[in-house]
């Protein structure tokens, strides 16, 4: 039987081996630490609690004297290319939706903006997707014939990405990140140019008062324009008028027990008094909803009560509600969902009764009528409030023909 | 990875035929190679034979024996490699090696291995018939070469090459045979097949003399059992998923599990699958204690190969043989069932390489005498030529090692060109859409505006070359990526481009404002391109156009896209169409794209030739 010690030259390759061992040792200690680096932990059933967050949906309704308008995600939610937004019209005094997605001629997948100019008119923003890196705008007054606007560059993912003035003027909120930046029209929705970038106003006074997280919604009060964001300085709202040449921080300041709470500016809603800021607060246990009203020029805030989201996730849908102020449709980690409307007369919520499962958004058209538009997958159900407000009962169903891949 | 896929089914019948033809064609080169060193030996023969009679020829055969170890390695790996070319020729490695073998691994590791493997990939994507079909006979000649060059230089060589091919194919199609995935583990393949092909190839290229003493045996075993070690502790590291069958209340399969289960789901015969799925049941079963044996057996492989005693290491040896045939077998599922295989894996690499370090400590070559000067380069100390002449079991290995060589050759000019190469195949564009139609016809006449308010008519582009095809600004999906191949196109024709003109007609009767044009065009980077013209028109101009080049324009429902006929026109400088193509961009991928620029580009300098 051979052995390595049997080798005649053992002895005098000894320090050779010894230097060898070290030289593998070494290696086996570095593949060791190479593999370590790429070992990773295979994630266990608690995960580290995060912060309450709450975040705006971009379903929503409206209302032109043409009539209501509904914009919903259908098709399949988890896949953005087989993803289509629909958007619904109900013309004034009737009774049944009809999708009017194809009458916008380009691909949905990224979503849609609505922004109305005083109620005659409604403006479509398309947000980009998959290859197109900008949006397509287009206009109808009537919701049968459609003029398209000049394109902007990718609106932003916000339900208020889009406004439009009485007199015409529009803002469009585009890009993301610190590239994001907010363009103006001077009427048409054409001859688009820069008015401020995200970038510029965090590195102004105001912006630092803020600390801009990112710029979130554009509106307009009494001529002012106005461009939301999310604060990183706790109690600070995020909102900006133009001064001149610069940009003032005019948004409400919240006190106790919001104060330490960051807020995000979720939508800007022209309401038939003034102008409405959804603002969600985020804290740690919990995240809530406070709306902000002015309906002067100075604006001047009031402030609403909380709304407390049960879950610590939630999204919102919103939208106008004519002569009373908004509406807010909470879904989320909480079930059932919640309905509330915020009376700007006197600033506060009343919640309505639990809407149907799976409710997009909900549209409350002028005549007092309120409905609760639930999708699933292809199919689009109006369930309208009834009983005195105790109870939903199915008005309508669609069948909408999605051409699923058809995107890429 | 942008250069990852080509993006084109895995059996798509255009590829897999003409993949087919070239290894078919490839193999008659092949052939002819064999007939021409066959006929060079029997030459030889002949030379050998009338100095034999005429008493001039030596006697004596090869002089010098190889080391047990050694021609292990060389006979085995030769075996392996040409298994592995065999492997390179099933139909489905031209377009799913990228995203079958190569993706899945490089996708769990980091961003920087991810880059350098999709340089690899974009040539294979690149050129999904030349680049496998080369493989093919890199591999079969590297194996050949091992085979028929027992020692000397052409062996060394052999083993060069065969070291250098298998970093390669480690780097490129195993990804660093996933060292820096996450999932890190020996029971998986760990650190890679082809590390231990190079490694056999640096042992196989050592000098002859290396042999002639134990210690490289003693290095060889040492390496393996600290890889052995340090791969039993990587396989206790808790937390990667391996001590559990199944993790969580919902039954998640654990690592071990996961990989046992997605193994036994590969198309391959029913009682192999239903093995892999009893020890997937097994293991879910009893997770925590089929880890801790994988543990135990891989330290006691180690710590056995690293004993000084050779009773010890051939035990460690044996059981490592076992435990690697397990694995290789439960775990592995042998390596090349599915389709897309493209080794045994590297239980039985590795088995080979430790056998090796055991047999070069025990059965080193004239050990019992007085040392024997190892022969140098040659075989012994005559000349080249010499043997040549008198040998002819020699003449017979040069003859096989040439034949060897010149099918390595088959392989690597061609891949050699093709990575030198930046633009796809034009064999991709064909399988996503067929061969173009050829025609002659006069082509329909059009007055529109293009995105700088120039009207623009067929006439006006009368004596240059005009590709004309039809795009959707607002388009999310294909017209982008049409656009993007105009523009490569334009870029390929280089200083022919100015007799070109490229002209894009808008297939949306709603966004056909100039606003529209111009935005797609930033959004394309077409702004630059002086011969590129974006036309529209009213409404009814617009349809009169799509009508009379039979293109269909339909709103669509339920938020989809305008839906229009996709077709590109290449009309001669006489106004004639001389090719019409589908211009479905199919997967948009970088090689799809590259190839319909090359097919679009070389259709007009063909018109501007013929004109």
Same mark, same amino acid.
């Given at each position: 039987?051979?052995?390595?010690?049997?080798?005649?030259?053992?002895?005098?390759?000894?320090?050779?081996?010894?230097?060898?061992?070290?030289?593998?040792?070494?290696?086996?200690?570095?593949?060791?630490?190479?593999?370590?680096?790429?070992?990773?932990?295979?994630?266990?059933?608690?995960?580290?609690?995060?912060?309450?967050?709450?975040?705006?949906?971009?379903?929503?309704?409206?209302?032109?004297?043409?009539?209501?308008?509904?914009?919903?995600?259908?098709?399949?939610?988890?896949?953005?290319?087989?993803?289509?937004?629909?958007?619904?019209?109900?013309?004034?005094?009737?009774?049944?939706?009809?999708?009017?997605?194809?009458?916008?001629?380009?691909?949905?997948?990224?979503?849609?903006?609505?922004?109305?100019?005083?109620?005659?008119?409604?403006?479509?923003?398309?947000?980009?997707?998959?290859?197109?890196?900008?949006?397509?705008?287009?206009?109808?007054?009537?919701?049968?014939?459609?003029?398209?606007?000049?394109?902007?560059?990718?609106?932003?993912?916000?339900?208020?990405?889009?406004?439009?003035?009485?007199?015409?003027?529009?803002?469009?909120?585009?890009?993301?990140?610190?590239?994001?930046?907010?363009?103006?029209?001077?009427?048409?929705?054409?001859?688009?140019?820069?008015?401020?970038?995200?970038?510029?106003?965090?590195?102004?006074?105001?912006?630092?008062?803020?600390?801009?997280?990112?710029?979130?919604?554009?509106?307009?009060?009494?001529?002012?324009?106005?461009?939301?964001?999310?604060?990183?300085?706790?109690?600070?709202?995020?909102?900006?008028?133009?001064?001149?040449?610069?940009?003032?921080?005019?948004?409400?300041?919240?006190?106790?027990?919001?104060?330490?709470?960051?807020?995000?500016?979720?939508?800007?809603?022209?309401?038939?008094?003034?102008?409405?800021?959804?603002?969600?607060?985020?804290?740690?246990?919990?995240?809530?909803?406070?709306?902000?009203?002015?309906?002067?020029?100075?604006?001047?805030?009031?402030?609403?009560?909380?709304?407390?989201?049960?879950?610590?996730?939630?999204?919102?849908?919103?939208?106008?509600?004519?002569?009373?102020?908004?509406?807010?449709?909470?879904?989320?980690?909480?079930?059932?969902?919640?309905?509330?409307?915020?009376?700007?007369?006197?600033?506060?919520?009343?919640?309505?009764?639990?809407?149907?499962?799976?409710?997009?958004?909900?549209?409350?058209?002028?005549?007092?009528?309120?409905?609760?538009?639930?999708?699933?997958?292809?199919?689009?159900?109006?369930?309208?409030?009834?009983?005195?407000?105790?109870?939903?009962?199915?008005?309508?169903?669609?069948?909408?023909?999605?051409?699923?891949?058809?995107?890429? | 990875?942008?250069?990852?896929?080509?993006?084109?089914?895995?059996?798509?019948?255009?590829?897999?035929?003409?993949?087919?033809?070239?290894?078919?064609?490839?193999?008659?080169?092949?052939?002819?190679?064999?007939?021409?060193?066959?006929?060079?030996?029997?030459?030889?023969?002949?030379?050998?034979?009338?100095?034999?009679?005429?008493?001039?020829?030596?006697?004596?055969?090869?002089?010098?024996?190889?080391?047990?170890?050694?021609?292990?390695?060389?006979?085995?790996?030769?075996? @392996?490699?040409?298994?592995?070319?065999?492997?390179?020729?099933?139909?489905?490695?031209?377009?799913?090696?990228?995203?079958?073998? @190569?993706?899945?691994?490089?996708?769990?590791?980091?961003?920087?291995?991810?880059?350098?493997?999709?340089?690899?990939?974009?040539?294979?994507?690149?050129?999904?018939?030349?680049?496998?079909?080369?493989?093919?006979? @890199?591999?079969?000649?590297?194996?050949?070469?091992?085979?028929?060059?027992?020692?000397?230089?052409?062996?060394?060589?052999?083993?060069?090459?065969?070291?250098?091919?298998?970093?390669?194919?480690?780097?490129?199609?195993?990804?660093?045979?996933?060292?820096?995935?996450?999932?890190?583990?020996?029971?998986?393949?760990?650190?890679?097949?082809?590390?231990?092909?190079?490694?056999?190839?640096?042992? @196989?290229?050592?000098?002859?003399?290396?042999?002639?003493?134990?210690?490289?045996?003693?290095?060889?075993?040492?390496?393996?059992?600290?890889?052995?070690?340090?791969?039993?502790?990587?396989?206790?590291?808790?937390?990667?998923?391996?001590?559990?069958?199944?993790?969580?209340?919902?039954?998640?399969?654990?690592?071990?599990?996961?990989?046992?289960?997605?193994?036994?789901?590969?198309?391959?015969?029913?009682?192999?699958?239903?093995?892999?799925?009893?020890?997937?049941?097994?293991?879910?079963?009893?997770?925590?204690?089929?880890?801790?044996?994988?543990?135990?057996?891989?330290?006691?492989?180690?710590?056995?190969?690293?004993?000084?005693?050779?009773?010890?290491?051939?035990?460690?040896?044996?059981?490592?043989?076992?435990?690697?045939?397990?694995?290789?077998?439960?775990?592995?599922?042998?390596?090349?069932?599915?389709?897309?295989?493209?080794?045994?894996?590297?239980?039985?690499?590795?088995?080979?390489?430790?056998?090796?370090?055991?047999?070069?400590?025990?059965?080193?070559?004239?050990?019992?005498?007085?040392?024997?000067?190892?022969?140098?380069?040659?075989?012994?100390?005559?000349?080249?030529?010499?043997?040549?002449?008198?040998?002819?079991?020699?003449?017979?290995?040069?003859?096989?090692?040439?034949?060897?060589?010149?099918?390595?050759?088959?392989?690597?000019?061609?891949?050699?060109?093709?990575?030198?190469?930046?633009?796809?195949?034009?064999?991709?564009?064909?399988?996503?859409?067929?061969?173009?139609?050829?025609?002659?016809?006069?082509?329909?006449?059009?007055?529109?505006?293009?995105?700088?308010?120039?009207?623009?008519?067929?006439?006006?582009?009368?004596?240059?070359?005009?590709?004309?095809?039809?795009?959707?600004?607002?388009?999310?999906?294909?017209?982008?990526?049409?656009?993007?191949?105009?523009?490569?196109?334009?870029?390929?024709?280089?200083?022919?481009?100015?007799?070109?003109?490229?002209?894009?007609?808008?297939?949306?009767?709603?966004?056909?404002?100039?606003?529209?044009?111009?935005?797609?065009?930033?959004?394309?980077?077409?702004?630059?391109?002086?011969?590129?013209?974006?036309?529209?028109?009213?409404?009814?101009?617009?349809?009169?156009?799509?009508?009379?080049?039979?293109?269909?324009?339909?709103?669509?429902?339920?938020?989809?896209?305008?839906?229009?006929?996709?077709?590109?026109?290449?009309?001669?400088?006489?106004?004639?169409?001389?090719?019409?193509?589908?211009?479905?961009?199919?997967?948009?991928?970088?090689?799809?794209?590259?190839?319909?620029?090359?097919?679009?580009?070389?259709?007009?300098?063909?018109?501007?030739?013929?004109?």
């Amino acid at each position: 039987m051979s052995t390595w010690a049997q080798s005649g030259r053992a002895r005098s390759g000894s320090w050779a081996r010894r230097f060898l061992a070290e030289a593998f040792a070494l290696m086996a200690l570095g593949a060791l630490a190479v593999s370590g680096c790429g070992a990773t932990t295979v994630a266990g059933p608690t995960a580290r609690a995060r912060s309450a967050t709450v975040r705006a949906s971009l379903a929503t309704s409206a209302e032109t004297s043409a009539g209501s308008w509904a914009v919903v995600a259908m098709g399949h939610l988890g896949q953005p290319l087989n993803t289509f937004w629909q958007l619904f019209f109900r013309p004034a005094g009737a009774s049944a939706w009809s999708d009017r997605a194809s009458a916008l001629a380009v691909a949905t997948n990224g979503g849609l903006i609505v922004a109305t100019q005083s109620g005659k008119s409604l403006a479509v923003g398309i947000r980009s997707a998959n290859n197109l890196s900008y949006s397509p705008l287009i206009v109808t007054s009537d919701a049968r014939s459609w003029l398209p606007a000049e394109p902007v560059g990718a609106l932003a993912d916000q339900p208020d990405a889009l406004a439009i003035a009485a007199g015409g003027e529009a803002l469009a909120l585009v890009g993301d990140g610190r590239a994001a930046q907010v363009l103006v029209s001077a009427t048409g929705l054409t001859s688009w140019r820069a008015l401020a970038s995200e970038s510029a106003l965090a590195a102004s006074p105001p912006g630092r008062a803020c600390g801009i997280v990112s710029l979130t919604a554009v509106g307009y009060s009494a001529g002012h324009r106005l461009i939301g964001a999310s604060c990183r300085r706790g109690g600070v709202v995020g909102i900006f008028t133009e001064h001149g040449s610069t940009w003032r921080l005019v948004g409400p300041g919240l006190l106790q027990p919001f104060g330490h709470s960051s807020t995000e500016v979720l939508g800007l809603q022209t309401t038939t008094a003034g102008l409405c800021a959804l603002v969600g607060l985020t804290g740690r246990r919990s995240a809530q909803l406070v709306a902000a009203c002015t309906s002067g020029s100075r604006l001047t805030w009031r402030v609403s009560p909380a709304l407390l989201l049960a879950g610590p996730e939630g999204v919102v849908s919103f939208g106008p509600v004519a002569k009373v102020g908004l509406f807010a449709l909470i879904w989320g980690s909480a079930h059932p969902d919640m309905l509330a409307v915020l009376g700007e007369s006197h600033m506060t919520w009343s919640t309505l009764h639990s809407p149907p499962a799976q409710t997009a958004t909900v549209v409350f058209a002028p005549v007092g009528r309120v409905d609760a538009l639930v999708v699933d997958d292809t199919s689009f159900t109006d369930w309208r409030l009834a009983g005195g407000g105790r109870r939903w009962s199915r008005e309508q169903n669609l069948h909408v023909a999605i051409q699923f891949g058809s995107s890429g | 990875m942008p250069g990852m896929s080509s993006g084109v089914s895995t059996n798509n019948p255009t590829i897999v035929s003409a993949f087919r033809s070239l290894l078919l064609h490839e193999a008659l080169i092949a052939v002819v190679i064999l007939a021409l060193l066959a006929l060079a030996w029997n030459l030889l023969r002949a030379v050998q034979l009338r100095r034999a009679r005429a008493g001039a020829l030596p006697a004596g055969a090869w002089p010098y024996p190889e080391a047990a170890g050694r021609r292990l390695l060389r006979i085995a790996f030769g075996l @392996i490699w040409i298994f592995d070319g065999l492997l390179q020729a099933q139909s489905s490695m031209p377009l799913g090696m990228t995203t079958q073998v @190569i993706e899945p691994t490089a996708a769990s590791s980091p961003v920087w291995v991810q880059h350098v493997v999709n340089a690899g990939a974009t040539i294979w994507s690149n050129h999904p018939i030349t680049v496998p079909a080369s493989a093919v006979w @890199i591999q079969v000649g590297l194996g050949v070469l091992l085979i028929v060059a027992p020692l000397g230089y052409w062996s060394r060589l052999a083993g060069m090459a065969s070291a250098f091919w298998g970093i390669v194919v480690w780097t490129f199609a195993e990804s660093f045979g996933g060292v820096f995935a996450p999932a890190l583990t020996w029971a998986f393949g760990a650190p890679g097949a082809v590390v231990f092909y190079s490694l056999a190839g640096v042992l @196989i290229a050592l000098p002859e003399r290396t042999w002639s003493s134990p210690r490289l045996g003693r290095t060889v075993l040492s390496v393996m059992g600290l890889f052995f070690v340090g791969m039993a502790v990587l396989q206790a590291w808790p937390g990667r998923g391996f001590w559990q069958g199944q993790l969580g209340h919902d039954a998640t399969p654990g690592t071990l599990l996961g990989m046992v289960q997605q193994m036994s789901a590969t198309p391959q015969p029913v009682f192999i699958s239903s093995l892999l799925a009893s020890f997937a049941a097994f293991d879910a079963a009893h997770g925590w204690a089929v880890n801790l044996f994988l543990v135990v057996c891989l330290a006691g492989v180690g710590i056995g190969l690293l004993a000084r005693r050779a009773s010890v290491a051939r035990v460690a040896v044996c059981a490592g043989i076992v435990l690697c045939i397990a694995d290789w077998v439960l775990i592995e599922d042998f390596g090349f069932f599915g389709g897309v295989g493209t080794d045994p894996n590297s239980m039985i690499p590795m088995s080979l390489v430790f056998i090796a370090g055991y047999l070069a400590i025990t059965r080193v070559p004239a050990m019992n005498g007085a040392p024997v000067a190892i022969p140098t380069a040659l075989g012994d100390g005559s000349s080249f030529w010499t043997r040549l002449a008198s040998r002819p079991a020699y003449a017979l290995r040069a003859a096989a090692a040439l034949a060897a060589i010149g099918i390595i050759f088959i392989g690597v000019v061609p891949m050699a060109a093709a990575s030198m190469n930046p633009n796809a195949d034009p064999i991709i564009a064909e399988a996503v859409d067929g061969p173009p139609g050829v025609v002659n016809t006069a082509a329909p006449e059009f007055r529109l505006v293009d995105q700088h308010g120039a009207t623009v008519s067929l006439r006006s582009l009368g004596g240059k070359a005009v590709a004309v095809t039809f795009l959707d600004p607002v388009c999310v999906s294909d017209c982008p990526l049409v656009a993007e191949e105009f523009r490569q196109a334009d870029g390929l024709l280089g200083a022919t481009a100015r007799q070109v003109v490229l002209v894009a007609v808008v297939a949306n009767p709603v966004y056909r404002a100039r606003a529209y044009l111009v935005a797609f065009d930033r959004q394309e980077g077409l702004q630059r391109l002086s011969n590129w013209h974006f036309l529209t028109g009213s409404g009814s101009e617009l349809s009169r156009v799509w009508n009379s080049f039979g293109v269909q324009v339909a709103f669509a429902p339920g938020g989809a896209m305008i839906a229009h006929s996709e077709i590109s026109y290449v009309i001669g400088p006489t106004g004639h169409i001389r090719y019409i193509l589908n211009s479905n961009p199919g997967p948009g991928t970088q090689a799809s794209k590259s190839s319909f620029a090359v097919v679009l580009a070389s259709e007009l300098r063909a018109v501007l030739r013929s004109s």
